[in-house]
């Protein structure tokens, strides 16, 4: 008999009519001829309602008390929905993360799953039962209640649907599937029929809360097909699978992020070692850090951007602190009034000039870029706050998002049914094996490799207003160049920035022509180059969200006396940019650094 996961969302259960709602369709799946397991969200903005009251009896809550206290909302919805479903004359058993056995390790507040065992819910399924279990929780080898992170329901759900071995995982919730962009920002977005992990797990990841990126970790690793929908309708939602809806757009989805700071460190000594230092002790916070941008001047020092939660802020700015003392940098700037806008596609990678048509609409709706970092998979610019709404409108509009991929239209939509036979899905027996090996959530290796065909281009004291990014990457666009990696760091207290990119060797010459040609135009210093450097990338699941990958990487070059020049971050790929000379050393090193995680 097939069986399905269906988790209901904080505002699916809202009430008990929604409850009640939520019941008849869970046994309508079962009536259907599935076992059904539902994973359950709290009541409403009931996790909220719990934070504030902590809050109010303590500003810093225990953060083991704090998971005692969020885990109790979802006890309340199992047993409302198990109630409902008893009701309606069908048996149903609920349980908490701990009566089923999810096992997490014990960061409080943001733990990992390590196993689950399935025993329990198999036996109360095969005796006719509805399980229905406590999204967001789980318990440590102390038998603490732990909670996953907010929104850590969908990472409950996918998790059972994969050690279940389930045939789909539906996410019911309060839009109709996952869209362009969210639709309470943006009433234009467009729904879409289908996903790829790899494009989901980035926009979950820069700022699409529809799914918990972690949920998607799971799905991508187990290769569980997910099906998002409307709890109050019928409607078709979004299949998040292998497939991309488009195999020729080049963006699918744009987000963004207002809850992020960024910090910038001035005057960092540009020796190897140093990126080690600081992005070490914010991973021994276990604060996610994106954006990493370096911005190498002229004597000798460089200036490091990145950006961090800006509910970590203070614990991030203690951690550079001490790393400026014990480096010898010059000073520290945040700012937390910016966003981070971005957009994801996995046809990005094979185009000319994606990353100009975003950086022209936002120089036409005239705002200016503090910074840029590119992936094969995304474009991140980070803007002032206030411009957020305009600067998405204006990157959804450009991609032409809430229309149709011409070669969607063309295209049969692919069903539930065949998402979930085919595409290279492990079998149970596969994943079962795998994951008695290792914990489930843990980072997982695909690939450590180095690219020996690119060279570098700087632009040194470029000026600080829009449009120059677009002026510059389309007129390089135009010249036939394509641009794999580019970065445009933050200035710091100064009015100029540098922007780099990678271009093949082969079109070294033409990129510089194009640029030399604009440095009067435009009003930059001067170019810089290197003619030969090498690029590394790290591929695998959980890159972004393990903090510790980054000191695994950044440790082995450092311990080898390598400097990095560049480097770009995305849920599923780390690249760096080093010397040309340093190439195969860092790719040992790399290499050695994960060898322990390889899928
Ligand atoms: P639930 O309580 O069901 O888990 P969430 O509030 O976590 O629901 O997620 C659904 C919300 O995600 C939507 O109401 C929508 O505002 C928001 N959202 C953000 N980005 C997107 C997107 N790209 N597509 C759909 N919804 C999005
Ligand atoms: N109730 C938790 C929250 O609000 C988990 C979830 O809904 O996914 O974050
Ligand atoms: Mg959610």
Known sequence: MSLIVQKFGGSSVADTEKIRAAARKAVRGQQGGNQVVMVVSAMGKNTDQLERLAREINEHPPARELDMLLSTGEQVSVALMAMAIDALGHRAVSLTGGQIGIRTDSSHTKARIRSISTDRVRRLLDAGNIVIAAGFQGIDDDWNITTLGRGGSDTTAVALAAVLGAELCEIYTDVDGVYTTDPRILPEARRVARISYDEMLELASLGAGVMHNRSIEFAKKFGVPIHVRNSMSDAEGTLICSDPESLEAPVCGAAVTSDEARITILGVPDVPGTSHDIFSRLAAERITVDMIVQNVGRSGKADVSFTVPTKELAAALDAVQAACTAIGADDVLCDERVAKVSVVGAGMARQIGVADRMFQALADAGVNIQMI????????????????????????????????????????????????????????????????????????????????????????????????????????????????????????DRQRTGLSFTIPQADLQRALETVSRLATQLGFDSVSHVARVAKLSVSGIGLRSHTSAGTRMFGGLAAAGINVKMINTSEVRVNMVVDGADGPEALSRLEAAFADVRG
């Open 373 to 492: 970092t590119t992936s094969e998979i995304k474009i991140s610019v980070l803007v002032q706050q206030d411009e957020a709404r305009v600067a998405l409108r204006a990157v959804h509009d450009a991609f032409g998002l809430s229309q149709v991929p011409r070669d969607e239209a063309r295209r049969d939509v692919l069903t539930v049914e065949r998402a979930s036979e085919g595409n290279g899905r492990p079998d149970a027996a596969d994943i079962v094996t795998r994951l008695r090996e290792t914990d489930m959530e843990q980072l997982v290796i695909d690939d450590v490799s180095l690219d020996q065909s690119q060279s570098l281009v700087t632009l040194h004291g470029v000026p600080d207003r829009p449009g120059v990014a677009a002026r510059v990457f389309r007129e390089i666009a135009q010249a036939g160049v394509f641009v794999d990696m580019i970065v445009q760091s933050h200035h710091g």
